[in-house]
Every structure is written in structure tokens, then in C-alpha cells.
């Protein structure tokens, strides 16, 4: 009896750490929309659930990205494009299936955005996607 009752607190332990863990990934998840402006760009990230939609706009041009995510423990989305939409004279492109990654990291209310891999990815176009994201105030009219 002592012998079950031992290992029905081990299994109940196990469980509890295992969900709280899962419930601490998932409250480290980014949610919403979160905006950052540099220069004459304005770059946005949407996160939701399993998706990414990602925004980049440059006067009339720009992109519009979605893409499936998986979310890792250590803060990294692996991402897949599932639709590329582009706008104006937008001078890049990417297929559907296009795999890249980047590691985030909420910092109280920002998202910062760090080690973005992916395929014909160059220093130029990384330093201007990473770096700290505020959230979009749901409320605020766009100017």
C-alpha cells in the first residue's frame, strides 16, 4: 500500500510539474500585435497560436508575410510561409514553404526580436527586422 500511495505522489508530482512548465511556456508567448519604426520603415509582427503574420511597409511599398509558427521552450519560432504578398515596387519576395527562425524574448510589454535565420537573409535586412517591438495599441488610429 505504501509502495502505491509513494508512487501515486510521484505520478501526481510529475504531472503537476509538467503542466505548470507547459502553462509557463505558453505565458511567455508574445500575443497581439507589436510595431517597431525605424527610419522610413514601419515592421509589424501579429503572433497568434501556430501563425506569424508579419508587416513591413516603406512608403507605398512593402510586404505582408504569413507564416505557420512552432514555438520552442528556449524562445525560438520556427516559421513556414504560407502566403507572401507583395506590395508596390517591393524589391524582395518569398516563396511559399520559405523556412526561416528568430529567437524572442517579452520584455514586460515589448517583444525584442533577435537571431533571425533563414536562407539569402543578409546582415542588412537582419539588423533591420530584430530589435525591440512595442504593442500596437488596438485603440489608436495610425497617422
Known amino acids: 500500500m505504501k509502495r502505491f500511495c509513494s ?3 510521484i505520478f501526481l508530482f510529475s504531472l503537476v ?3 505548470s512548465s507547459s502553462l509557463r511556456a505558453e505565458e511567455k ?3 497581439g500585435k507589436f510595431i517597431k519604426k525605424t527610419g522610413e520603415f514601419e515592421l509589424t509582427f501579429e503572433f497568434k497560436k501556430d501563425k506569424v503574420v508579419f508587416e513591413m511597409t516603406n512608403g507605398s511599398d512593402g510586404c505582408v508575410m504569413e507564416s505557420t509558427a512552432k514555438y520552442e521552450k528556449d524562445g525560438v519560432a520556427k516559421c513556414e510561409v504560407t502566403k507572401f504578398e507583395k506590395i508596390g515596387s517591393f524589391p524582395a519576395e518569398k516563396e511559399k514553404g520559405y523556412k526561416y527562425s528568430f529567437k524572442f524574448k517579452v520584455n514586460g510589454k515589448t517583444v ?3 537571431d533571425l535565420e533563414g536562407d539569402d537573409l543578409n546582415d542588412e535586412a537582419k ?3 530584430q530589435g525591440d517591438y512595442e504593442p500596437v495599441e488596438k485603440n489608436k488610429k495610425k497617422k
Open 7 to 9: 508512487l501515486s505522489f
Open 17 to 19: 510539474l509538467i503542466t
Open 29 to 31: 508567448l508574445p500575443k
Open 112 to 114: 525584442v526580436v533577435s
Open 127 to 129: 539588423s533591420l527586422v
